[in-house]
């Protein structure tokens, strides 16, 4: 089928004739060819999922994945594995960030298109705001040239524990790590996460279409499940201790404690082999008394009638 209107693609589902209609299918359909490479028949396929519950059930280990002085908490240096989505007018308020290293997350300021003199004055409030605490920066890795290099200037001279880039490469992640400024890449699909791991990155951020911000077509569940499978993999085929050095986290409507423990049941097998995993939260930030003190709403950015500081 050739027309892509949608009255035309609506009369093509079915499954009645695959050679003819469209089988409506989700963006976990890559599941069923993984499926069928691991287990072959649906059979096998039950018994190993019935496996895999039992195992859970029997093992609480993953659980304490998420919990204060976890493998993420120690890597971060932080009391817990949890970071503060960078937020554009939220999260590049020093006192923001403030409050949320002192609650023990990692808070991330948002740099966006701030020129250098806005990126100094940012970071050298915020680096004594946190008084010694672990933060970060969040950058643009397709920002105008001009503008990512005088930012990157301030950041290495003010030298944040962190950093976080949407839309980079392994290259710019790299020379921050020179640095000494550990550097998370988001990573929106299975394809360049491949390419990265190749190229020597270790740290990620897989971030479902929940997410606000920078993000790619990809739900968290499927897009979840399709990074821990490219991991699992990798490392397969890796030296013995290479899991250790691979931290990822998971984001995308990770809000609550329910949330939050769908992804360490989910990321128990890449914990098992010793790789260190947090969760990423941003837009229930919104939300909470501390992003007063730099809400958007405070600068008129926000609608009244949209304004959340008023939502009940």
Not at 13 to 37: N, S, Y
Not at 168 to 183: C, H, K, W
Not at 241 to 260: C, K, L, P, Y
Not at 290 to 295: I, N, Q, T, V
Request: one cysteine or more.
């Amino acid at each position: 089928m050739t027309d892509t209107e949608p009255e035309a693609v609506a009369a093509g589902l079915g499954a009645q004739d695959p050679a003819t209609q469209l089988l409506p299918v989700g963006q976990d359909a890559f599941l069923a060819a993984r499926f069928a490479g691991l287990w072959g028949n649906t059979a096998r396929t039950v018994r190993a999922l019935a496996e895999a519950v039992r195992d859970a059930l029997r093992d609480d280990t993953p659980a304490g994945a998420l919990l204060p002085g976890s493998a993420m908490s120690r890597a971060l240096g932080t009391r817990l594995p949890v970071a503060q989505g960078p937020m554009t007018r939220v999260s590049d308020q020093a006192s923001f960030a403030a409050a949320v290293a002192a609650d023990g997350a990692l808070p991330f300021l948002a740099l966006a298109l701030a020129d250098g003199e806005q990126t100094r004055a940012m970071l050298t409030k915020t680096r004594s705001a946190v008084a010694g605490r672990p933060w970060g920066v969040g950058v643009l890795g397709f920002a105008p040239e001009d503008v990512r290099n005088a930012q990157l200037e301030v950041v290495r001279e003010v030298r944040p524990t962190h950093a976080i880039i949407a839309g980079g490469r392994p290259s710019q992640a790299e020379a921050l790590e020179r640095d000494g400024i550990r550097t998370f890449l988001h990573v929106p699909s299975p394809g360049l996460l491949r390419q990265f791991l190749q190229a020597g990155a270790r740290r990620f951020v897989f971030e479902g279409s929940e997410c606000g911000g920078h993000v790619g077509p990809r739900g968290s569940f499927p897009l979840w499940e399709a990074q821990l499978a490219v991991l699992e993999d990798f490392l397969d085929r890796a030296e013995v201790n290479t899991a250790q050095d691979v931290e990822v986290f998971f984001a995308g409507g990770v809000h609550d404690e329910r949330s939050a423990a769908m992804v360490a049941a989910l990321t128990a097998p890449l914990n098992a082999r010793g790789a260190v995993v947090g969760i990423l939260i941003g837009t229930a930030y919104l939300f909470t008394e501390e992003a007063g003190c730099g809400c958007p709403t405070r600068t008129g950015w926000w609608p009244a009638e949209t304004d959340p500081a008023r939502s009940p």
